[in-house]
């Protein structure tokens, strides 16, 4: 069962399998997006107990840049079924080294995903995002590059990548932040599949940087804007962690 959290209040979502999001069609799905649909997403929707706040603050259609905090490594799951129930298709930067495995390249090209060398300072991520983002896709981007080292899972301070693709792409950032999936899986290997553990995740409203577009590349403007950024998805984490039930902080 998810649980759908509104300004209006909280509603149950009584068929998970619902292909509409409040009115609107889903996209029509390509071969292998829809392939890694039908083989993850249904034992993700029922091994554990989702909650999401802020689908309404996901634009319907046009380009879509979400910044997510990282606590772990079931994060781009649970936010791109987070994206998937607000009926778009994310796209993920991931690291270069997932496409070294043979199935997980043919996966991750399939579903148009892409590459990052991580500490290389190629440009090729952000020309391919930008050109992503132009197209009116949904892109999805941790800008801590990594998950958290923090030891009470709190977001770490960011790269500027999310400042810089923003503001070459003229799109405002979508902050989306998740609690409870570090309780699941780490760089350890998983630490707890415990069946129904709540994992929530919330969007706050988009940021708006356009009065930036012009300093695009003033290192000043580009901290600017990724603290905000990460400022704002720390106050959506304190929000999460707040009411998290404390039985299952573990």
């Known amino acids: 069962m998810e649980v759908h959290k509104t300004k209006q209040g909280v509603t149950l979502a009584r068929d998970v399998r619902d292909s509409r999001v409040g009115g609107r069609a889903a996209p029509q799905r390509e071969p292998w997006y829809r392939l890694a649909e039908l083989a993850i997403l249904p034992p993700l929707k029922l091994w554990f107990n989702w909650r999401f706040e802020g689908l309404e603050s996901v634009p319907s259609k046009g380009p879509v840049l979400a910044a997510c905090n990282h606590i772990s490594y079931l994060d781009p799951l649970a936010d791109g079924y987070f994206l998937e129930r607000a009926g778009r298709r994310p796209r993920f930067l991931a690291k270069a080294e997932l496409f070294d495995n043979p199935f997980l390249r043919l996966v991750l090209r399939g ?29 999805v981007v941790y800008p801590e590059g990594t998950v958290t080292t923090n030891p009470d899972f709190t977001p770490m301070k960011a790269k500027t990548g999310v400042a810089r693709l923003s503001l070459a792409a003229g799109v405002p950032v979508l902050p989306l932040a998740i ?32 009065q930036y577009a012009d300093r695009a590349d003033d290192p000043v403007v580009l901290r600017k804007v990724t603290d905000e950024v990460m400022e704002t998805l720390g106050g959506l984490v304190d929000d999460l962690r707040a009411d998290y039930p404390r039985r299952w902080s573990r």
């Open 111 to 139: 579903t148009h995903q892409i590459p990052v060398q991580r500490g290389t300072g190629d440009p090729a991520p952000v020309v391919a995002a930008t050109k992503a983002l132009e197209n009116g896709e949904a892109i």
């Open 179 to 210: 609690w409870g999936a570090q309780y699941v899986w780490q760089r350890s290997g998983p630490v707890s599949l415990r069946f129904g553990r709540p994992i929530w995740l919330k969007a706050g409203p988009v940021l708006d940087f356009s």
